[in-house]
Every structure is written in C-alpha cells, then in structure tokens.
C-alpha cells in the first residue's frame, strides 16, 4: 500500500468535536446527580420539611457552582483547541472522573450538616 506523503506521522491527531460532545454529557450528568440529594423528608408540614431540608439545598448550589465553574474554564480551553491527541483525551478524562465524584461528597457534606448527632470538624 502507497504512503500518502501529506499523511503526519507520529501521535495520532484527532478532531475536538467528539471530546467536547461527550465532556458536556458527563457535566451535566454530574450536575443531573446533584439534584437526587434533595427530597423532602417526613415529619412535619411541607413548609417544615423543606426548612428542615437547608442543608441539601446549600450542598447542591455550592457543588452546582463548582461544577459549573469547571465546565465554564473547561469550554473556555477547549474552544482554544484546533485538535486533540491521545494523551490530552486522557488527561480530560482525569478532570471528568473528578468532576463526576463531586456529587458524593456533596450528600456527604449535606448529611453531615442535617444529622446534629454526628461529630463536627
């Protein structure tokens, strides 16, 4: 088979569309995760429930917050991108697995704050 001289050699070369495509899926399945926290919670009236329910409301816009910060530097990035190689989609994939965790620490942060039984740091 003929080598086609215009044909780069080296590290392959791959376009950003698909990159972005599934990076804004991934942030915005994990600002979708944020919002399973939240739920009312017997007993009391609805309006007592939903006071009662403060500290999942306060995880969720600080965690929405920073996932959404991160989304906007990380469009901010890729928009500067011409293509992509291998190791960046790697190194994007390290930023997506730490984006998708964020959810966990969140309920952990917003149970902490509604249990007063627990110890505090």
Do not use: C
């Not at 997506?96 to 902490?112: K, S, Y």
């Amino acid at each position: 088979m003929p080598v086609d001289p215009d044909t780069p050699r080296g590290r392959r070369v791959l376009g950003k569309d698909r990159m972005e495509g599934f990076s804004d899926g991934v942030f915005g399945f994990a600002i979708t995760l944020l919002v399973l926290d939240i739920a009312l919670r017997p007993p009391g009236t609805p309006l007592q429930q939903v006071v009662h329910a403060w500290p999942a409301y306060v995880a969720y816009v600080v965690s929405f917050l920073t996932i959404g910060g991160a989304w906007l530097q990380h469009t901010a990035l890729t928009d500067q991108l011409a293509q992509t190689d291998p190791l960046f989609l790697r190194l994007n994939l390290l930023v997506l697995l730490v984006v998708v965790f964020l959810p966990f620490p969140t309920q952990l942060v917003a149970d902490a704050l509604r249990n007063a039984s627990g110890e505090r740091v």
